[in-house]
């Protein structure tokens, strides 16, 4: 069965300075990956995705993720912060039979002034 | 392209009524819908999935006749929440895919129901 572990809960960083999210998952297949973010009270917004084509997967807003099938990583980077970012990241990969969503728990990201 | 709405954003009601929530893909067909429950600080839970014309598929632990889910055409998804009380206040989220495009899910920006 397929799963995605994010690492951190929360993360916090300066403004101007990188993000890392984290995200491992588990699929017996090459798998479907998506990166969401929401915003308080918001709906969820795709931010990337992974289908089995190009590794490094550049998203909206600066974002990028590549897919590493060695460490089954599906890690979200960005280069530089903006407050606009803080908000909660969830990594989602999709099942292989069913193909429904299976969620993280959601990595919540503070970006510091 | 691919935007999923939901009516109403927000709705309070009173314990033991019922509320309705509606998902609608606007600009496309839906043959798959999903519906979501999120309690605060927390991740999506799947309630269940629903194709159209055909019963909901509701996911373990979730009360098939609490939570009613009626997917009468190809861009329209209910959800009736049932005798409704303040434990079933949270963010529902609905999500919709056409199964003949790809498996690619969009997601409604949610509603938050609140019970008093």
């Known amino acids: 069965a397929q799963s995605v572990t994010q690492l951190d809960s929360h993360v916090s960083v300066s403004e101007g300075t990188p993000v890392l999210l984290r995200c491992n998952y588990s699929s017996s297949y090459s798998p479907s990956l998506f990166w969401y973010v929401q915003h308080p009270n918001k709906g969820l917004q795709l931010l990337l995705k992974y289908t089995s084509a190009a590794t490094l997967v550049k998203g909206i807003n600066g974002f990028e993720a590549e897919f590493k099938k060695s460490e089954t990583s599906f890690h979200l980077t960005k280069p530089s912060a903006h407050m606009s970012d803080a908000a909660e990241y969830f990594c989602?990969?999709?099942?292989?039979?069913?193909?429904?969503?299976?969620f993280g728990t959601g990595t919540r990201l503070k970006v510091l002034a | 392209g691919a935007v999923v709405s939901q009516h109403p954003s927000w709705v309070i009601c009173k314990s033991g009524t019922s509320v309705k929530i509606e998902c609608r893909s606007l600009?496309?067909?839906?043959?798959?819908m999903f519906w979501y429950r999120q309690f605060p600080k927390k991740s999506l839970m799947l309630m269940a999935t629903s194709n159209e014309g055909s019963k909901a598929t509701y996911e373990q632990g979730v009360e098939k006749d609490k939570f009613l889910i009626n997917h009468a055409s190809l861009t329209l998804s209910t959800l009736t929440v049932t005798s409704a009380h303040p434990e079933d206040s949270s963010f529902y989220i609905c999500?919709?895919?056409?199964?003949?495009?790809?498996?690619?899910?969009?997601f409604g920006p949610g509603t938050r129901l609140t019970v008093t």
């Open positions: 989602v990969v999709s099942d292989q039979g069913t193909y429904k969503y299976i």
């Open positions: 600009d496309f067909q839906a043959t798959t």
């Open positions: 999500s919709a895919r056409s199964d003949l495009d790809s498996y690619e899910q969009y």
